[in-house]
């Protein structure tokens, strides 16, 4: 298996006037392509500051990040963000869409962003919508969904550029166990289909839909249970 991503010695300390906070101490991790890894820990263990830095939202200080054989760990935030909108797909705790945008120009603003035609971002649109299940609320404003519908509509915002990587932050952490699970069921068929996901959870249930667990501590890794 193609490594996808390799990390190496990843430092990140945040800085205030009063404090010092190690978030990341020398961490390293692997993950190849077509990988499925959860990443579990305890609060403040840094999983959050990982996942910035996985999405090139941040940069670490000090350490290296290679992303499909580039080192990005030094890119400048242009750089970072030309590489982050063809390659990356991000699912969040509270879904993250924009209230006043209805759901297909949630899911479109992706294809905006890379430059996509019109004509082309109704047909991916549509065609990613469909796939979600959520097509006949395509007119609706988020605010107007279910928690399980919003996020049907933000993994769709995910994937709409069929990004190679999708980067989950608890995706489940707002929805009952029934909405959980088919979220959970659509990143096991978008794995399936080829697509790397890397999701922070605090469920063991949720972790066993994944290839492996990554248990951090401390801003290090320190345990990880092979699944399959
Ligand atoms: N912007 C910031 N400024 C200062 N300290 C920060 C900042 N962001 C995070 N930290 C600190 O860095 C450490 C790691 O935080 P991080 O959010 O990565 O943890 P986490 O594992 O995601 O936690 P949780 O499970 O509670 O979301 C914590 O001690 C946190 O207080």
Redesign the pocket.
């Known amino acids: 298996m193609n490594n996808m991503i390799k990390i190496t010695d990843l430092e990140k300390t945040?800085r205030?006037e009063e404090v010092e906070?190690v978030?990341l101490n020398k961490l390293s991790l692997e993950v190849g392509e077509g990988e499925f890894v959860a990443i579990m820990?305890?609060?403040?263990?840094?999983?959050?500051?990982?996942m910035n830095i996985l999405g090139l939202l941040d940069d670490p200080d000090n350490g290296s990040f290679v992303f499909n054989g580039i080192e990005v760990a030094r890119f400048n935030e242009r750089k970072r963000a030309q590489l982050r909108k063809h390659n990356i797909g991000f699912v969040f705790q509270s879904f993250n869409l924009i209230d006043e945008l209805t759901v297909f120009e949630n899911v479109e603003l992706p294809l905006i962003y890379t430059g996509v035609k019109a004509g082309e971002r109704k047909s991916k649109v549509e065609e990613v919508l469909d796939r979600m299940q959520i097509m006949h609320r395509r007119n609706h404003f988020p605010q107007q969904l279910s928690g399980g519908q919003q996020q049907r509509v933000a993994i769709a915002r995910a994937v709409v550029n069929n990004p190679k990587l999708i980067l989950a932050d608890e995706p489940t952490g707002n929805l009952d166990s029934s909405n959980g699970n088919e979220v959970m069921q659509l990143l096991t068929d978008l794995n399936t289909a080829g697509t790397t996901i890397i999701m922070?959870t605090?469920s063991e249930h949720d972790a066993r839909y994944s290839h492996r667990t990554v248990r951090?501590l401390d801003?290090q890794t320190v345990l990880e249970d092979i699944l399959i």
């Not at 820990?41 to 990982?50: A, I, N, V």
Request: net charge positive; proline share 6%.
């Open positions: 945040y205030t906070t978030a820990g305890p609060s403040g263990c840094g999983k959050t500051t990982l922070v605090h951090m801003g």
